[in-house]
Nanobody, 116 residues
Framework: QVQLVESGGGLVQAGGSQRLSCAASGSIFSISTMAWYRQAPGKQRDMVATLTSGERTNYADSVKGRFTISRNNAKNTVDLQMNSLKPADTGVYYC??????????WGQGPQITVSS
C-alpha cells in the first residue's frame, strides 16, 4: 500500500510563500503521476497542479505563474512551491499519487490559510 505524508500546512500572510511537501512510501513513485488538489471552504476539490513521471506539468489557471510543482524521485517526494499567496488560496491541500494503472492514493490534506 502507498502512503502519502504531507507537511507544510499553516497560516501564511497574503503575498507570502509556502512550500508543501509530500513523501510517498513504496516503489512506484517514480512511474506515477503526482498531483496537488485544493478544497476551499464550501467548495469542491479541484486540481491545482499535476506532474507526470515524464516531468510534464499542468496547472490550474488560478495558480499559473505562482505555484510550482516538482518531484524528487530519489526521495519519493513531491513539492508544491506557492508564491504570491492570496486569501483565495486558502483551503485544504491534498497530495495525490496516480499509478500507471489508474489507482489513486491521497495524503491527509493539511490546511493552508492565507490572511490579508
Amino acid at each position: 500500500q502507498v502512503q502519502l505524508v504531507e507537511s507544510g500546512g499553516g497560516l501564511v500572510q497574503a503575498g507570502g510563500s509556502q512550500r508543501l511537501s509530500c513523501a510517498a512510501s513504496g516503489s512506484i513513485f517514480s512511474i506515477s503521476t503526482m498531483a496537488w488538489y485544493r478544497q476551499a471552504p464550501g467548495k469542491q476539490r479541484d486540481m491545482v497542479a499535476t506532474l507526470t513521471s515524464g516531468e510534464r506539468t499542468n496547472y490550474a489557471d488560478s495558480v499559473k505563474g505562482r505555484f510550482t510543482i516538482s518531484r524528487n524521485n530519489a526521495k519519493n517526494t513531491v513539492d508544491l512551491q506557492m508564491n504570491s499567496l492570496k486569501p483565495a488560496d486558502t483551503g485544504v491541500y491534498y497530495c495525490c499519487l496516480v499509478t500507471p494503472w489508474g489507482q489513486d492514493y491521497w495524503g491527509q490534506g493539511p490546511q493552508i490559510t492565507v490572511s490579508s
